[in-house]
Structures are given as C-alpha cells and as structure tokens.
C-alpha cells in the first residue's frame, strides 16, 4: 500500500511543483538600490560609519509560506561607531522591499482623510506628533470605532508585506524578536512638525521605517544617523525602502524641503507584547558598556535605578550619557535636590566630548 500511493503521488508532487512554481514568480529587485550604493561609496560618508552591501532572498516561513512569492533584494548593512565605547550599533536598509504600488496605496487612503492623523505630543522633543496608529498592544487609539474602515484598509496592505518580507528579515537578523506591537504612520508636512530631534527608539526591540516618499524627489534631508556630534548621515532613501535597527541607533528626521511620509513598526521580544523592556542590554551594561549602560538608564524601573546608571556610564566619559545625567542633576531626578551648578559642569564635559545637544542645555543652565 505505502509504494501504492508513493507511485500515485510522485506525479502530483511533480504537478504541484510546477503549479507553485507558476504561482509564485520570483520579487527580484535586485537592480534597485542605487542611490544607497552611491551614498555608502561617496567620500564624504562620515568617518563613523562603516557600510557593506549583501543580497538577500526572503521567504515566508512555514508550509504555506512557500506559497508566497520570494522576494529578492539588496541590502546595505550599516554600522554607527560610538565615540568613547566599543559598541557598534547596526541598522539594516533594504532596497525596495516595498512596492511602489504599495507605498502609494498606504499614503493615498490617509491623504484622504488628514483629519483622521491624532495629534499627540511626542515624548522625544514634546513638539506635536502627526500619526497614524494601524495597531497597537497599549494605545486605545488604535481601537477606537470611527477610524476602523480605514485601519481594516490599512491593514489589508500592510499584513502581507509584514508576513511575506518583513517579519523573515526580522526574525532571521534578530532571532530574539517577536510580535509587532505598534504599527503607525507618520507625515512630516509643511507648516507642521518637520524634524523629530535625534533619539533612541526605547520602547522597541526591533524598529523598522518604510519610506513612502523618494528622497532627491518629494523631499530634502529625511531620515539621518548619527553618534550626538553634530555630524549626521541623512540616509537617501527611496519609496519603499526600509530601515531596520535596534533602539541603540541614535538616528532623527530633519525633512528640509518638502513632504515625507513613513510607516514605522515596533518589535518586542515577546509575542504577546509583554516584554520586560528594562532587561534589555543587561549582560553588556553590567559590563560596564557605557552605550548599554545609558540605554539601560532610559528604560530603569526605578528613578534611583536610572540615576544610577547615568553616573556610571558620564564617568565614564561618554558624552551621550553626561548629557543626560547633567538633566538628572538639574531636575533632582531620584529625590535629589537639583543641583544646577553640578549639572551645568556635566553639560560642559559633554559638550567638550562632542555631544552638540548639550549645548542648548549648558545656556539654559548658565540663564
């Protein structure tokens, strides 16, 4: 009997193969991209950073993933070189991972609807945030009645991307990660907000920024990189290229002429959004990794525990984290009295370290 139906199924397999093979035509854009080899290649690339280019075959995982048409790319792997640390911290950009097509079908629902975009301050720089949220594990906008046709719209684009090309790349670069837990679009329009100030993405595991506009074309400037000491790396991409990164990447948006649109996703490292986050970098951190140590200062469950960390890693010398244990001096952070003398000294040696925002902050100090 077993030889029986291996004799029927041979054909049938053989079928099959063929059927997937014609149903599943191969996404190869591997001509894509030139504009990140110019800008990895040009001279002016700044000295802290380091770039290489690999060829990447994404394929769905599981049975019926197979299903799914692979998709074929480039991608530039980047490394940020911190100033007074050994840490490296990696971002990932892939050439037209998303389709052109794609791109302009997420923007053209919500240029649609402009009043639908919530207006929240932003937790970076406190400036009025335009966004859009698809889903989210916390934020009850996400839920909210009036707004879920379009989000249902929104997510009949967006949930195959994410199961077909997105989560794979993910899941194999980062095997740690897990669910998305918050998935939003954000515009950066003319007589709004333009910049979003240089920043650590805290509440992620994983970040991933898909252009929906072309950098050189619908606007200026974009989505930069860069170490806190005044030299920035604005990244030209195109609709539909990704960025993928951890929150170590110290990265901002200074949109100088024009419009940009983007779609932006948060991983944790659970799959049910639950994710102890002040865990993160911990092993590195006790390390005495002054990167690690200040990431783990930003996510402490206590104010002492942050405080704590903050002093380590400003002795240390980096400049990042003297900046901000200078506003944990002057706030009184963790039942401190404030001490603005003290916090004044530690804005200086950050600036002197090369940190450029500390300089805003040593004037307000000195008024």
């Not at 240089?198 to 991933?208: E, F, G, R």
């Not at 539909?240 to 170590?248: A, E, F, I, K, R």
């Amino acid at each position: 009997m077993p030889r029986l139906l291996s004799t029927h199924l041979l054909p049938l397999a053989a079928g099959l193969a063929l059927l997937l093979e014609g149903c599943a035509p191969e996404l190869d854009v591997r001509a894509r991209g030139q504009g990140l080899s110019r800008w990895r290649t040009a001279p002016h690339l700044p000295s802290f950073l380091d770039t290489h280019e690999e060829e990447l075959r994404l394929q769905q995982g599981g049975w019926w993933g197979w299903l799914a048409p692979p998709w074929l790319g480039r991608c530039v792997v980047g490394y940020v070189k911190w100033p007074q640390a050994a840490w490296r911290a990696k971002f990932n950009v892939l050439a037209s991972l998303v389709t052109e097509e794609e791109a302009v079908a997420m923007k053209r629902l919500l240029e649609d609807a402009p009043d639908d975009f919530d207006e929240d301050i932003d937790g970076v720089d406190k400036m009025i945030t335009y966004e859009f949220i698809i889903s989210s594990a916390g934020a009850q906008k996400a839920h909210d009645p009036v707004r879920s046709a379009r989000r249902a719209q929104l997510r009949r684009i967006t949930e195959p991307i994410l199961r077909e090309r997105i989560q794979p790349f993910v899941w194999a670069r980062y095997p740690k990660a897990g669910a998305v837990c918050h998935s939003m679009i954000r515009r950066y329009l003319e007589r709004e907000r333009r910049t979003h100030d240089t920043h650590w993405d805290i509440p992620s595991y994983v970040s991933v920024v898909v252009s929906l506009d072309s950098s050189g074309q619908d606007f200026e400037g974009g989505f930069f990189v860069t170490t806190g000491n005044g030299e920035k790396s604005f990244i030209p991409l195109q609709r539909g290229d990704t960025v993928v990164h951890q929150s170590d990447l110290l990265h901002g948006v200074h949109v100088r002429h024009g419009e940009r649109w983007s779609w932006a996703m948060w991983f944790q490292d659970s799959w049910d959004c639950s994710s102890r986050a002040e865990s993160w970098w911990q092993q590195e951190a006790e390390a005495r990794d002054p990167v690690a140590q200040t990431l783990r200062a930003m996510r402490a469950a206590t104010q002492q525990e942050s405080y704590s960390w903050l002093q380590e890693a400003a002795q240390a010398g980096f400049p990042r984290a003297q900046l901000y244990f200078g506003k944990a001096l002057e706030d009184g952070l963790a039942h401190h009295a404030p001490d603005p003398p003290a916090a004044a000294a530690w804005f200086e040696r950050s600036r002197l370290g090369g940190e450029i925002d500390a300089c805003a902050s040593a004037e307000i100090v000195v008024e």
